[in-house]
């Protein structure tokens, strides 16, 4: 089995980090991943610290349960003196730990100079990490890119700097700015970051399965792995991951059911939480997710993609609960590779 991880004070039970997805990682996604794990670490959606600054920033996007151990807020800016103010106020809101943004592409936040843009800039990237880290009493880590585009690949230095201002742990994505989400993670230039500096990095980029969890761990090194669209849709795949590592062996996959009724549950927590109009919009994209690939789940994406009800989407899952029915009665050889 891997060497357990540290960070800082935080002894984690797990090898595996669900980083912030906008629109996805609320707290009712949380839930769910943990309901199902308890020993992935997880973060917050990302918040933008000037917005927390001002009291403008959604309550909703951060909710961190009492007593949770292995939950984080991950923060944006470019202002030292205002992330670290709003790192205080994570931490007073019940954060673990505080994850610096310097990896998001889009250009709305890069426009503003935040997020991948920092890297661009290391002193002011490396004030930043020395200010919140003076400001704050729980582990800081950071999440972050290969470089700018190929003509900066500022990885390892960048980090190195990191981790001698007290940077706790690093998430590195294994693509650059310029690259956003396109083409394949470059899993063998996290392997040079994991080989500079001694603090646990979590490689991520490209990873959906255990094969390609085995793979990316052989390949870089890492500490462990940090998994976020790979969970679109999975709620339990870190346990999944968790238990590979930790075992080698392999946990069964939900049955179709189950993955149906979760994601009528996934759609009635939301509108719990958020109140039907809001909730049943947002569950959306999820419900797709869950459904993706299941007989009969392409001829009812408009349907999901238009729903304005619990009521609505329990229709729709029946009819998908029949069409699989009538699937296997027709073919009950292809059941295992529905399920898979």
């Known amino acids: 089995m891997k060497k357990p991880i540290t960070i ?70 470019h202002e030292p003196d205002v992330m670290a103010r709003a790192a205080q106020i994570a931490e007073d809101s019940g954060a673990r730990f505080i994850d610096i943004n310097m990896g998001c592409p889009v250009p709305k936040i890069v426009n503003g100079k935040d997020g991948a843009a920092l890297m661009k800039e290391p002193e002011l990237a490396r004030d930043i990490v020395r200010t919140i880290i003076k400001h704050c009493r729980i582990p800081v880590t950071v999440k972050t890119r290969l470089g700018w585009c190929e003509q900066s690949l500022n990885a390892c230095e960048l980090v190195k700097s990191f981790e001698q201002e007290g ?6 994505h294994g693509r650059t700015r310029a ?11 996290i392997t040079k970051v994991v080989e ?18 085995r793979k990316i761990l052989e390949i870089t090194g890492a500490a462990g792995v940090a998994i976020a669209r790979g969970t679109m849709g999975r ?6 991951v968790n238990h590979y590592i930790k075992t080698g062996e392999t946990l069964a996959e939900p ?16 509108i719990e939480y958020r109140g039907e109009k809001v909730g049943t919009k947002e569950s959306r994209k999820h419900i797709i997710n869950y459904t993706t690939g299941l007989p009969g789940a392409s001829k009812l994406r408009a349907r999901l993609s238009k729903l304005e009800s619990y009521a609505e989407a329990e229709d729709i899952i029946n009819e998908m609960r029949a069409t699989i029915q009538n699937y296997n009665s027709a073919a009950p050889d292809h059941y295992a590779d529905l399920v898979a």
């Open 235 to 240: 709620p339990w795949f870190s346990r999944e």
């Open 8 to 77: 800082g004070n935080i002894e984690l039970k797990g090898y595996v980090y669900i980083p912030p997805m906008a629109g996805y990682t609320d707290k009712v996604y949380r839930e769910l991943c943990r309901s199902y794990d308890p020993d992935v670490l997880l973060s917050t959606e990302m918040l933008s610290s000037k917005a927390m600054m001002y009291e403008k920033e959604k309550t909703y996007k951060m909710d961190i349960p009492q007593g949770d151990e292995y939950t984080g807020a991950q923060i944006f800016g």
């Open 196 to 213: 500079t500096v001694k603090i646990p990095v979590f490689a991520n980029g490209d990873i959906r399965s255990l094969d390609d969890v």
């Open 255 to 270: 049955s179709l059911d189950e993955k149906l009724d979760l994601a009528l549950k996934h759609c009635k927590m939301l």
């Open 167 to 172: 940077v706790a742990a690093l998430t590195l």
């Open 179 to 189: 690259q956003r989400y396109e083409g394949k993670a470059r899993w063998h230039e």
